[in-house]
């Protein structure tokens, strides 16, 4: 199975600097390539990072400043270019049709791709399938703008030593799992008594907003959860005048809502430390922390022990 992990491809706010192009995150999900908010340059970053556009399967929008969408005409052109052979799915707030449309037509080329629009309206799940539930939250923006949570559904892991004991093994192990039970010497074994607890996934995606009830329903119990800090604790007022948080305003969320891995983007290019960043962030978190660095590769945390 393919590695569950965030390539990011950007990470500078409104304007991009010397060593950070506008956003684009990429997450690898098993088969699954989701690309967020491709700004300005997404497509040579994806170059530079090792991402096909064959990669992408669904592109997820929270919002329609340029600095989350203005990367979109390259990307649908590439898809076409390469021809790519699988539907992408495009996901992004249903007020902002006119604004895709314009993207997507931004000049002319030669369509190919199957590109599918899917606007969201309002809060709930937006697609579903092996991967899991998709869900977006509104958020609270100057402009209408929604995060997106990706939900793996619970499950159960097969215990070696349990099918030992019952005495499953081999093709039986498979027949197990797609009927649910089975007669072994004359008892019925249920995958409940060969298996343990497997709990689900969850990545949250949360860019520019204030404080709100959608930051704290996505980021509830993430493994990994990406979010904006375009500001730190002492541009607190800045932070509210333009829909933004600060890094201190991301940890208190990651502390309260039980998140593993806390990745900070979206920076002003105000500040010339990143390091700053850092420091805010644990003094209410004490989960890990990464700033993220353009390039980058952050692996989704492996699975939460189960008690025993």
């Known amino acids: ?74 990307v649908v052109q590439r898809l076409s270019l390469d021809r790519v052979p699988h539907p992408v799915h495009s996901h992004y707030p249903a007020s902002g049709r006119e604004f895709f449309a314009r993207l997507r037509h ?44 990706l939900v793996e559904p619970d499950g159960r892991r097969m215990v070696r030593e349990l099918l030992a004991q019952f005495g499953i093994r081999g093709p039986l192990v498979g027949e197990l799992q797609r009927r649910g039970s089975l007669e072994v010497d004359g008892r019925t074994v249920r995958v409940a008594d060969v298996s343990a607890p497997r709990p689900g996934q969850r990545f949250a995606f949360v860019m520019d907003t204030r404080l709100c009830d959608g930051v704290y329903a996505l980021a509830d119990q993430a493994d990994l959860l990406v979010i904006e800090s375009t500001f730190l604790h002492e541009d607190r007022a800045l932070a509210a005048d333009y829909g933004h948080l600060t890094a201190a305003q991301a940890a208190r969320v990651a502390e309260e809502c039980g998140v593993r891995r806390l990745v900070l983007t979206h920076f002003s290019q105000r500040y010339d430390d990143p390091t700053r960043f850092h420091h805010e962030a644990a003094e209410l978190f004490g989960g890990e922390i990464v700033v993220a660095e353009d390039l980058v590769r952050v692996p989704v945390p492996a699975r939460r022990a189960v008690p025993a």
Not at 14 to 35: A, F, I, K, M, S
Not at 111 to 135: I, Q, S
């Open 106 to 149: 931004a000049c002319a080329f030669h369509e190919t791709a199957d590109l599918r629009e899917e606007p969201v309206e309002r809060d709930g799940p937006v697609a579903t399938g092996p991967f899991g539930m998709l869900e977006a939250r509104r958020l609270d923006h100057g402009v209408e703008s929604y995060g997106y949570r």
């Open 1 to 74: 199975m393919s590695p569950r992990e965030l390539i990011v491809l950007g990470t500078a706010s409104q304007v991009p600097t010397r060593r950070r192009n506008h956003n684009g995150y990429l997450l690898r999900w098993d088969g699954e390539g989701l690309l967020f908010d491709p700004g300005e340059g997404a497509q040579r970053q994806m170059l530079l990072a090792g991402v096909a556009a064959s990669d992408v399967t669904r592109l997820c929008l929270t919002h329609f400043h340029g600095d989350h969408c203005l990367g979109v005409p390259g």
